[in-house]
């Protein structure tokens, strides 16, 4: 069994969840559920992220699997271009001023390498605040999909943002069950990703 911790993605009938695992198992189970007469609309959610997973259920089942693209797996490249492409490196412009290319140019190692480090020294330092702002952006994504017509949608949103667990709790228990605990574990893991 599949916990809401290790699902990559879930699926859901208008506010019912249908599915909540791996991308193949889930695309398996909405393509039951529409093809035995779901309610609709059937969303499909990373689970992490909160984003959209398109999927294209025509066909058969196989025909559904056969499409799936691996769950955050970019589409392939058409065609390479400069870069050092073994080492996933890709050549792109960058526009700086005059003085940031001379500090560049007197760095060891030259002017990508050391925008490299700027770079992963950045990620490093940034992560918990970057962890905190992606758990809130997938809330307000999940709630502006599935509980932008709720009564009380706007004044639970802004419970959340304000971090009033309580009433925020108060607010969302008349919504539908699946669409109410898949919103509170979003939600427990926003607010335990913020900074003290």
């Given amino acids: 069994m599949t916990t809401p911790d290790d699902a990559s993605c879930c699926a859901f009938d208008h506010h019912r969840l249908i599915a909540r695992g791996p991308l193949a198992e889930v695309a398996r189970a909405a393509k039951r559920a529409l093809d035995a007469g779901a309610d609709g609309p059937v969303l499909v959610f990373d689970e992490r992220s909160s984003r959209p997973i398109e999927l294209d259920f025509r066909g058969s089942p196989a025909d559904v699997l056969a499409r799936l693209a691996p769950l955050g797996a970019a589409p392939a490249p058409a065609n390479r271009g400069p870069g050092r492409p073994k080492l ?3 050549a ?3 526009t700086l001023l005059p003085r940031h290319w001379d500090w560049l140019a007197q760095q060891p190692g030259g002017a990508s390498a050391v925008l490299r480090r700027l770079v992963e020294q950045a990620q ?3 992560a918990p605040k970057q962890r905190a702002r992606q758990a809130m952006e997938a809330v307000d994504r999940f709630m502006n999909a599935m509980t932008g017509d709720f009564a009380g949608h706007e004044e639970a949103s802004r419970a959340f943002y304000r971090g009033e667990r309580g009433r925020f709790t ?7 069950a699946d669409v109410r605990d898949h919103l509170r574990r979003l939600v427990a893991r926003a607010w335990d990703e913020q900074p003290p």
């Avoid at 108060?170 to 539908?176: A, I, N, Q, S, T």
Wanted: no cysteine.
């Fill in 88 to 90: 996933g490196v890709t």
């Fill in 124 to 126: 490093r330092g940034d």
């Fill in 170 to 176: 108060l607010l969302v228990e008349h919504w539908p």
């Fill in 92 to 94: 792109r412009e960058v």
